[in-house]
């Protein structure tokens, strides 16, 4: 057990948990909704610290990040645990494992070292902290990101958003890019699928963006819950309103764990979900889980095709010090410079 950060101690050997914007009240002997961090004897401990459920190289575009160091490696790490218990959960294996298994925790112990030691050794650019929710498991994390700094590696969340501003301070000066997963614009969607709510997404968002840090938006297109019309323009208008240069990825639901009485998102739906971006005002809209047009990188100004993409491939990129080469307009990003 290693005590955790930001946390109050309350009477009766209560603590508040500052992590997330839960700011779960925890009594001695239990956990927070998160399932991973316990208040033991009045001490906020994080019961996940160093402990990994999952270690693999990945592509940078499987984030999904497309404007940060495209056809790089990024080495991905998780451990169980998470904020959210999302209906639909892709990882709900790992991320909800504490809580549908008696709060059994599981993972290897790897010293923080020894991933970034690993990631140099497998030619990363960047480590990424994915799968499930980085910040229930944040002093690990910090850890890791510190020494990845001083190697010259790249830090990458995948997240909820779901942290709290304070969170956000500890991490920033270490943080390079995040991928937001943005469930939808309204209350109901969090309350009824996610548990929680949409402002506090929405607020990480415009402070991550204020404080320099590459951000993208992912939301899941889920036939029924957030795909009706006034629900996507009104999503895309709210990333808009934070900043057109976001790229928004609208991505093709599959039936999982216990969202599975709904077909998967239909082609059109999401065609007309990057429509209803573009028309917003974004920049960068791509169509995820569906192989095809939807994923290249397109100049904002002239329309070139500026980096083609095969899944998670990169099949070219004729960009030139982040821009298009055939106008130079700069494209939003974080590239290679040949300079």
Known sequence: M??????????????????????????????GICAVRENVDGT???LVYGRLIARDVDPIEKKPLYHFYPGTRAYSI?????????????????SQYPREHA???????????????????????????TYTEPTV?????????RLAKEEGLANAWVSNGYFTEETLAAIAP???????????????????????????VLDTIERLTEAGVWVEVTTLVIPGVNDGADELRWTAEAIVGIS???PWHVSRFFPAYRLVDRPPTPIDTLERAGRVGREAGLRYVYLGNVPGEGEETRCPECGERLILRSGYRIRENRMADGACPRCGTAVDGVWFSSG
């Open 2 to 31: 290693h005590e955790a950060m930001l946390y109050d101690r309350l009477t009766s050997g209560r603590v508040r948990c500052r992590v997330c914007s839960h700011g779960c009240v925890i009594e001695p002997g239990t956990r």
């Open 44 to 46: 906020l401990v994080s």
């Open 78 to 94: 998780a451990s169980v645990g998470c904020n959210f218990t999302c209906l639909h959960c892709q990882n709900h294996y790992i």
């Open 103 to 129: 709060g059994r925790i599981i993972g290897d112990r790897v010293p923080a070292a020894e991933v970034v030691s690993d990631a140099v050794a497998n030619g990363c650019r960047s480590i990424a902290y």
């Open 137 to 145: 498991t944040v002093e690990y994390v910090l850890d890791v990101m």
């Open 174 to 200: 270490y943080l390079d890019a995040v991928n937001v997963d943005l469930k939808g614009i309204s209350d109901r969607v969090y309350h009824e699928i996610v548990g929680g709510n949409v402002r506090p």
């Open 244 to 246: 057109p240069r976001i």
